[in-house]
């Protein structure tokens, strides 16, 4: 199967490249990214014949494309792969309206698995913390911190935003209950809200976790992530189920059998 990566050049895509590359059925074609020189060389797995290109039109070569790039480029990816009819599987969050409408369209034309956090353990994550939430009711306020490494550019993160979107259905809490962050004189806490807050330091993975606190008792679920190679390796597992599947936007519960 061949495979194209969007962003390539970043920490993600040279994780990836180095997973399809202890792969003997996948073989990388393309490798979209402003960086130079050789991709397999920057992913540290030696000259692989592939060099950076930043024309998103090489995605045309590919049977599925994976997607770790920053919103800004997403757009223009998801007009390419609409055009040559590429399936996607994209861990790209905080689309603007015209990137989010632009892979709306291309899931109406092709198979398209999209997923804040390709981590199999995050995707348990998720199902854990709706049947909790959903059990524990009212009586328990619903928290969410999540931590990363000090490079990244985004907060709260994609997947402290799914997790809170996923708290916020169990629990049948009004639209946009979500409060980042506290200072000040901010009254007590009301019951249809989840705070989701953010901390950013050092070297961390990624770290999330929800509290389910009620008087006298907490409940946590936490997942921490040590390595980035656990992302690449859920998302060629995505890219390996997406292809040949009916056009539709997919997720790594779907992936991994759990949705339906």
Request: charge should be negative; hydrophobic fraction near 45%; charged fraction near 20%.
């Amino acid at each position: 199967m061949k495979v194209a990566v969007m962003g390539a050049g970043g920490r993600m895509g040279g994780a990836v490249i180095r997973v399809l590359n202890e792969s003997s059925d996948l073989e990388l074609v393309a490798a979209i990214d402003r960086a130079e020189g050789d991709a397999g060389e920057k992913a540290g797995v030696g000259k692989l014949g592939v060099a950076f290109t930043s024309e998103v039109s090489a995605v045309g070569a590919a049977d599925v494309v994976i997607d770790f790039s920053l919103p800004d480029g997403a757009q223009a990816l998801f007009q390419a792969c609409l055009e040559s009819k590429t399936p996607v599987v994209t861990g790209t969050t905080n689309l603007s309206k015209e990137a989010q409408a632009t892979l709306d369209a291309l899931a109406a034309s092709v198979p398209v698995v999209a997923a804040p956090n390709f981590s199999q353990g995050v995707t348990l994550l998720f199902d854990l913390a709706a049947r909790a939430a959903e059990l524990a009711g009212p009586a328990f306020d619903a928290e969410i911190v999540e931590m990363h490494h000090r490079h990244k550019v985004d907060a709260p993160s994609g997947t402290a935003n799914r997790l809170a979107e996923v708290v916020a259905e169990a629990k049948a809490l009004q639209p946009d209950p979500f409060v980042h962050g506290r200072s000040g004189h901010t009254g007590a806490r009301t019951d249809g809200e989840v705070g989701v807050m953010t901390l950013r330091g050092g070297d961390v993975v990624g770290e999330h976790t929800l509290y389910l606190a009620t008087a006298g008792e907490r409940l946590e679920l936490t997942h921490r992530a040590t390595d980035r190679t656990i992302f690449a390796r859920g998302a060629v597992r995505a890219a390996r189920w997406v292809v040949g599947k009916a056009p539709g936007r997919y997720d790594m519960r779907d992936v991994m059998g759990l949705a339906g």
